[in-house]
């Protein structure tokens, strides 16, 4: 069930694509390098459709998470912003795309954070590259202020919570095929052993550092690495005995290679059929498996049809996924068990938001009319010493105080079970909190909404 609140209160939207929607030519399109992300993330908070925004983008997805007064005029805006980006329009990429709203929005969230949504259910890279958007977002601010507010704050950092706890508390990460692993198993199959093999591995990332990790497991005799930053290929073949070689001298290298597995982050494919012929004029004489698993892709299509190469990407990699998955399926439903119980928490602090106004007004209220009858009688009594005085001022508050305590535990209990905008609507007319106080307001206190929210 989705719950929605009333007019004017916020929501949470997810709006994307992924391996499941869409195919790697497609999802290559809608992928951002990092330095675009913020300039993506301000237009969507200063257009004022959105008050705060997370992206979201990997090699096997794109998603813009939301949060928004007007939930669908965010979300349209978050498509508008996706489609144009990939160069098509809102129509057209909308067959590509999936939205969740409100609860449904965050248990994506989290499942995505935990690995059950990734093409290689449980890979572990997903959590770090779900923290890195999230501190990116936090790091950009645009003409409106910030784009991360409490309400992400929260969201985000109870996914990471979440993720870490599917990790440790279930089997669901041992033995995962990842992407990288996953592309190594690909090799194996093609080869055979790979003790003797010799392999090039494009970019200095994560992935990359994760591939050179599976390639020396699997027994490969020697690795070479290049990447645009020398000083990181450099670092990164130290690491694991490999040998950095400058970028520039990548594609004559292919011919004393047997596997090449590529992952940067370049905008446009660094591999073309143009520059392997004028690297390699008389072409491999031996086969070369080249595994593709950059986002957007690194290998131009087009030297698939080059003699001795056998180009695959990494939606090729399904099958060998989809096979170790089958080992692991044990683990899924602790794994989902442990994410329901962070949509609960998740859920119930953020369904608290919208009673605290009303909360904070009745408090207030009633705190107005207590002090407004106490001075009157107090008036009438000034007989009575100030200990006195004191101890009615006192009697009055711990009374109102008891008064007040169960209202305010059915008002979370009415928000949490779905009930909660009838049963505010009613209370604010039954106390009259949208209309002028008869014996005065009280003085907003600043901290009210925090300590209301943490209570």
Not at 115 to 127: D, K, R, T, Y
């Amino acid at each position: 069930m989705v719950e929605h609140f009333c007019d004017g209160d916020m929501a949470l939207a997810v709006i994307g694509l992924s391996h499941r929607t869409a195919p790697v030519a497609v999802r290559e399109r809608f992928a951002y390098d990092r330095g675009e992300v913020p300039a993506a993330l301000g237009r969507l908070v200063e257009s004022g459709v959105a008050d705060e925004a997370v992206l979201l983008s990997t090699c096997n997805r794109t998603e813009i998470y939301v949060s928004a007064s007007d939930v669908v005029s965010g979300s349209a805006a978050a498509l508008s912003i996706l489609a144009e980006h990939a160069g098509e329009t809102a129509e057209a990429s909308a067959r590509y795309l999936y939205q969740h709203r409100d609860r449904s929005a965050v248990e994506h969230l989290f499942r995505v954070v935990a690995g059950l949504e990734s093409m290689a259910v449980g890979e572990p890279q997903i959590q770090g590259q779900v923290k890195d958007a999230y501190n990116l977002a936090r790091e950009t601010t645009s003409a409106a202020g910030a784009v991360v507010g409490a309400t992400a704050n929260r969201l985000f950092q109870t996914a990471l919570a979440v993720g870490g706890r599917v990790r440790s508390e279930t089997g669901l990460g041992v033995g995962a095929a990842s992407i990288p692993s996953a592309a190594v198993e690909l090799s194996r199959k093609i080869f055979g052993s790979l003790k003797g093999r010799r392999a090039l591995i494009l970019g200095a990332g994560e992935m990359s550092e994760v591939t050179l990790e599976c390639l020396r497991s699997a027994g490969v005799g020697s690795c070479l690495v290049a990447n645009r930053t020398h000083e990181r290929a450099r670092d990164l073949a130290g690491r694991w005995g490999g040998e950095a070689i400058e970028f520039d001298e990548f594609a004559s290298a292919l011919s004393s290679v047997d596997i090449l597995i590529s992952s940067t982050a370049a905008a446009t494919p660094v591999l073309t059929r143009d520059l392997f012929r004028g690297s390699n004029p008389s072409g491999v004489s031996r086969p070369l498996c080249i595994i593709d698993i950059g986002m957007p892709r690194d290998v131009e299509t087009a030297m698939a049809e080059e003699a001795n190469v056998f180009l695959y990407n990494i939606d090729d990699l399904r099958q060998i996924v989809d096979h170790n998955l089958g080992q692991r399926r044990g683990e899924l439903p602790r794994a989902e068990a442990i994410i329901g119980e962070g949509v609960e928490e998740f859920w119930g602090w953020y369904v608290g938001l919208a009673v605290v106004p009303t909360i904070r007004d009745l408090r207030e209220r009633s705190e107005a009319v207590r002090q407004a009858e106490v001075e009157k009688a107090l008036r009438r009594l000034a007989h009575l010493a100030p200990e006195d005085q004191e101890a009615i001022d006192a009697l009055t508050r711990g009374l109102l105080n008891k008064l007040l305590h169960m209202p305010t535990v059915r008002l979370r209990e009415a928000a949490g079970n779905g009930r909660g905008t009838s049963v505010l609507d009613t209370v604010r007319y039954l106390f009259e909190l949208d209309g002028e106080a008869e014996h005065g307001e009280a003085e907003d206190s600043p901290d009210s909404t925090e300590k209301e929210i943490n209570r």
